[in-house]
């Protein structure tokens, strides 16, 4: 058992915490070793740059508006952003007038404690923040919700989950039929200079951020599969995409 911030983590209890708190990962590595544990590797990676983030991400996270346009909510939606970061795609879906039931899960404990000051910040009614991963989510345990969510969202989150495949599923199963996913991340940069896009691609990898194909391979495949109907759009030039994954 751990304990931080005066919120008390216990390996053996499933994440729920209030948007304040913190709990443990249920797939935290069991030595606590960074290089195994995705939780503890992303609290290293936002410890300090979590204070700066909304600011500087701005430039390069590009899309996420275009992406916030797809998601349809209504009073009864039950929206989840995956990889919810700082909060800042869900605190402007909570400003919306009918904007149901809102959830954040996240593999950093940090990176939810600036989510949570933000939303407490904004003013805005409640979303329910917990800790875990993409890869591990459970509607139920996780959130308490018997039925599946009617929207999960992945902003620049699959390109950085080594198991991102996992996290695909894991964000299927736990859909209702006829529910969406929506997705915005990097793409190939096509249809930029080769110039700028070789210099962008290094530039963003100072960030640890790129474009992984596989994932977006991995998306056209599940519309070819027929679990679900499948749609890209590009963002400048296919800097990135937004896609909509339509469950059957
Ligand atoms: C690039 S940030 C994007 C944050 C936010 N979605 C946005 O658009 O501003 C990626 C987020 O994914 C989270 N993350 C990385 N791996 C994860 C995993 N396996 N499960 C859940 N969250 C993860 C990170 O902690 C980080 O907050």
């Known amino acids: 058992m751990t304990e931080h911030a ?65 998601v349809v909510t209504t009073d009864d939606t039950a929206t989840l952003e995956v990889g919810c970061g700082t909060a800042r795609n869900l605190i402007r879906l909570a400003r919306r007038p009918h904007h149901g039931h809102l959830y ?61 495949e996992g996290a695909i599923e894991a964000a299927m199963a736990n859909l209702r039929p006829g529910g969406q996913l929506v997705i915005v991340d990097f793409w190939d940069q096509a249809d930029l200079p ?7 691609k290094k530039w963003l990898s100072l960030f640890h951020v790129f474009y992984r194909p596989d994932v977006h391979t991995a998306l056209t495949k599940l519309g070819d599969s027929g679990r679900a109907d499948v749609s890209f759009e590009s963002v400048a030039k296919r800097y990135a995409y937004v896609a909509i994954v339509n469950k059957r």
């Open 194 to 200: 080769g110039w700028f896009a070789a210099g962008l």
């Open 6 to 70: 005066g919120v008390t983590d216990d390996e053996a209890n499933i994440p729920a915490v209030p948007p304040s708190g913190r709990s443990s990962s249920p797939a935290a590595g069991p030595n606590g070793d960074p290089a195994k544990d995705p939780a503890k590797a992303m609290d290293r990676m936002y410890r300090v740059t979590r204070h700066i983030y909304d600011i500087t991400r701005r430039y390069y996270l590009l899309g996420r508006d275009r992406m916030l346009e797809r």
């Open 104 to 164: 954040g899960l996240d593999a950093s404990h940090e990176m939810l404690e600036t989510a949570a000051g933000s939303i407490r910040k904004a003013g805005v009614d409640e979303i329910v923040l917990r800790q875990g991963l993409a890869e591990a989510l459970d509607a139920r345990k996780m959130f308490g919700r018997d039925h599946g969510f009617d929207t999960i969202v992945f902003s620049y989150c699959l390109s950085m989950v080594p198991a991102w």
